[in-house]
């Protein structure tokens, strides 16, 4: 077990040294490696070459930085010349000096060469930028035949490069996430319509993509009412987002688990998503602007802070009483959400401060463990924390993000 899966960290060149000469020494373990991760030892001026890839003969999973690629001949026996590799994951933090070997490395390769890669990830441990040299993706993605998932977040990949994929291809996950080249338009038709990707799609991030015009409330519903049936994780964070909208994911919450909603939605039309028309609620919020407490009220803080408690407590409670099963016929005919995951940090503040009086709470919401929001004041989070336990929930903090999970 401890070689099946070796993930080497440390920045040193002699860890990943030892490594090899273990394998050397102990020829009977060469075959056990299925996993090789070299991805947080980008600096250590490591050369993977094509001697040591040959000690490691049952490898299907390969994680290394550009950093490790010595020149594009080696780059080329990564992609085309493993054929019992299944998943490459490139991480290209250190593109700056690996730039000049990535222009056109795969344009002149014959046309039949193929490559047996299923999973193909261009990750950024650095955080800093992405994939962003013209051509690369164009000339990569035609050869992926095989293709199941494809990660290129934040880098400069077209539509013409995706729809260059092979039809014998069979995309579940796709990563799109923070590209800004896409055209929206032709994005959405190849979702529908490709053949690789319409039937069997069953992850789809696409938040924060183009962020000067991102995806709209038409567009957005082409996709949803078209949706692939094998879909179950949809990410449009950032996307506009409009009450058309909500119709579409309310039927889409029976088959999906994880999704993560765009901007311009308000708390009751999340809260309709997910439960009506099969329960019906109160939708009034009866919420009160906030306001500095004077000098006078701050010197009885520890006698109005529990009040305060005690009337956000009677609010929710309110609420989740108010949630009753519909007696309408589109009621009882109606699914129930399968939804899982929901990331809410899209929506204004002011909307996602009334998660704490929220229906999303109730027992009725199933199968929801998790709800993630941000940009939650101090104030309004030490309120949340008491109401969240009192109605069997818990909650997160970390940076800006917010997360409360069903006990």
């Not at 001026?45 to 999973?61: E, V």
């Not at 400069?156 to 069979?170: F, G, M, N, Q």
């Not at 338009?185 to 183009?210: C, M, N, Q, R, T």
Request: with cysteine; glycine share 4%; hydrophobic share 40%.
């Amino acid at each position: 077990m401890m070689y099946r899966d070796p993930n080497i960290k440390t920045p040193k060149v002699s860890s990943i040294t030892r490594f090899f000469d273990t394998l050397e020494q102990n020829p009977d373990l060469n075959s056990l490696v299925r996993t090789f991760d070299i991805t947080r030892s980008a600096l250590c001026g490591y050369n993977l070459t094509s001697d040591k890839l040959s000690r490691l003969p049952r490898l299907r999973d390969l994680r290394l930085s550009l950093s490790h690629v010595k020149d594009a001949r080696m780059l080329h026996r990564l992609v085309f010349g493993l054929p019992d590799l299944e998943a490459l994951t490139l991480d290209v933090s250190c593109l700056n000096e690996k730039t000049q070997m990535l222009r056109g490395a795969f344009d002149a390769l014959p046309d039949e060469l193929s490559s047996t890669i299923r999973s193909l990830k261009f990750i950024d441990t650095s955080g800093a930028g992405g994939l962003h040299i013209p051509g690369v993706l164009e000339s990569l993605l035609p050869r992926m035949r095989k293709l199941r998932v494809l990660d290129v977040s934040r880098t400069c990949v077209t539509v013409e490069a995706l729809k260059s994929i092979p039809s014998s291809a069979r995309l579940t996950h796709l990563n799109i996430w923070g590209c800004r080249d896409l055209d929206l338009d032709a994005l959405v038709e190849f979702l529908l319509s490709h053949p690789a990707a319409k039937d069997s799609l069953a992850v789809l991030k696409a938040g924060y993509i183009a962020d000067g015009a991102p995806l709209n409330e038409r567009q957005i519903n082409t996709f949803l009412t078209q949706a692939p049936a094998t879909l179950r994780s949809l990410d449009l964070s950032m996307s506009n987002m409009g009450p058309s909208n909500v119709p579409h994911l309310q039927k889409l919450c029976s088959q999906l688990e994880e999704l993560s909603v765009g901007r311009n939605l308000d708390m009751y039309d999340i809260e309709t998503m997910l439960l009506k028309p099969r329960y019906d609620f109160e939708d009034e919020y009866r919420s009160y602007p906030t306001r500095e407490l004077t000098k006078e009220e701050a010197k009885h803080e520890a006698i109005l802070e529990p009040m305060r408690n005690a009337i956000a407590m009677c609010r929710l409670r309110r609420r989740l009483d108010s949630v009753t099963l519909s007696d309408s016929k589109e009621g009882r005919r109606a699914g129930e959400s399968t939804l899982r995951y929901l990331n809410l940090s899209s929506i204004s503040a002011d909307e996602q401060g009334q998660i704490k009086q929220s229906v999303l709470f109730g027992e009725e919401t199933g199968p929801l463990e998790v709800i993630e929001v941000a940009d939650i004041p101090w104030e309004d989070f030490g309120v949340l924390r008491r109401l969240c336990g009192a109605v069997g929930w818990r909650e997160e903090w970390e940076d800006k993000r917010v997360w409360v999970e069903r006990l």
